[in-house]
């Protein structure tokens, strides 16, 4: 395996967690900055490593140089080559991720509120939906699995500042919902975005 992460794993658990549009972009958009650095690494690595061998090489040609020094020269090349496989195995395997992220921005972006905004104001206006959406889905969590919310989650969900007019009455019909028979069942249906990376008709049909 020379992946970062897997195609299933950035779907559904990295990118599918969100809960907008514009949060799987700016997680998307994290994920393919990481995999440039990580290709624009393994240039650089290529680079070092060509060096070393030439290095090495120039140890083995040096007439001054005793036997133990050409035999480690030799046996760094020898290293060096070795790896050499699994450098561009993974070398090519990033750019299949990368090309593969590219291909989920262009699937979400017609669906984001704010693409029309530069990345850097687009990430910070999505954060209250997102977070919001987010506390309600712990919220549904908590209730459907413990029968409460626990003070910590309760404490940071009182401080949204949509709590009164959106998290508090989403809580009060989950317990409501809870007292029903079969109410659990009805919490726990899937949740998440992924449904936005799959085929144009199952969105039709989703939407």
Partial sequence: MHYRNSQFQVKYFIVGACHTADEM??????????????????????????????????????????????????????ELKAFKDQSQACLEEAIRERDYIDTLIAQVQPFRKYAHLPDHESHQLAQQEDWKLELAFRA???IASIGYIPTDQLATMRQHPEWSTFLLPKIQGLIQLTSQSGGDSKILTQKGMSFLLESPQKIDDTV
């Fill in 25 to 78: 972009y700016r997680k998307l958009q994290e994920l393919r900055e990481e995999r440039d650095v990580a290709l624009k690494n393994v240039e650089a690595s290529v680079l070092r490593e060509k060096a070393k061998i030439l290095r090495a090489e120039t140890v083995i040609n040096d007439l001054s140089k005793t036997e133990a020094d050409k035999l480690e020269a030799q046996a760094d090349i020898l």
């Fill in 140 to 142: 549904e969590n908590c």
